[in-house]
């Protein structure tokens, strides 16, 4: 069965960079959900989006900004990057619109692991 | 507000032994419950899921927790440990706005599991 796919799996960068993350969700979900794990860490809720418009926000910092596209694949785009941004990124993603099995859980993808040196 | 706190931060349990891994949640409502398990530098593999139906939900891996909203509980078990237990599981509740909201992680559970 097909899953979340995000790209890229790893990344480097510099202080101050930019960097976007990619995630494209398992078909026909129309929901997607970005997630931050620091070291250590449970995951931390950021952003989430249904039918391309913002759904939820939780703690994601000004710095920081995503959206999801026709196709519903969403895109994190992450601005003048800082150490403790160095995390595990992942996205999730469901299927809200309709009723039935699994209309209510959130599919995880591999995740992004993201070093700012 | 709603909360997840899982009891144990680790937890070592010998291969072929039972395994226990407890959470406690808070909610004004009676939430959605899931456990996940993460595998060492892997992503979250959803292990089972309780949506106010049967009590007692069965997930993949022989993985199996009990809803108990007296004790406000959704303690994971497992029969037998097997070494590809060995991993990170989070207990997470559906956060607020109902079935829209985002997922409220605990802290995380590491399970080891010796030879």
């Known amino acids: 069965a097909a899953g979340v796919i995000q790209s890229p799996r790893h990344l480097i960068k510099e202080k101050r960079e930019t960097a976007t993350l990619k995630c494209y969700p398992i078909?026909?979900?129309?929901?997607v959900y970005w997630y931050q794990q620091g070291p250590g860490q449970d995951p931390q809720f950021l952003i989430s989006?249904?039918?391309?418009?913002?759904?939820d926000k939780g703690s994601i910092p000004d710095r920081f900004s995503a959206q999801q596209f026709s196709d519903y694949h969403s895109e994190l785009n992450m601005s003048s990057l800082e150490l403790g941004d160095s995390a595990l990124y992942f996205c999730a993603s469901r299927r809200r619109g309709g009723q039935g099995e699994g209309t209510d859980t959130q599919y995880f993808g591999p995740g992004t692991r993201l070093t700012v040196l | 507000a709603q909360s997840v706190t899982q009891l144990d931060s680790h937890v070592s349990v010998s291969e072929g032994t039972p395994v226990l891994l407890r959470c406690n949640y808070s909610s004004s409502y009676s939430p959605s419950l899931f456990w996940y398990v993460q595998h060492p530098n892997k992503g979250l593999q959803l292990l089972l899921k309780y949506t106010s139906a049967a009590t007692l939900v069965k997930g993949i891996n022989g993985f199996e927790a009990e809803f108990k909203k007296s004790e406000t509980s959704f303690h994971l078990t497992k029969p037998s440990a097997h070494m590809s237990d060995a991993a990170e599981y989070f207990c997470v509740a559906q956060g607020p706005g109902g079935s829209q909201g985002n997922l409220i992680f605990g802290k995380g559970t590491k399970l080891s599991v010796k030879p």
């Open positions: 078909p026909r979900h129309d929901t």
């Open positions: 989006f249904y039918e391309k418009m913002q759904s």
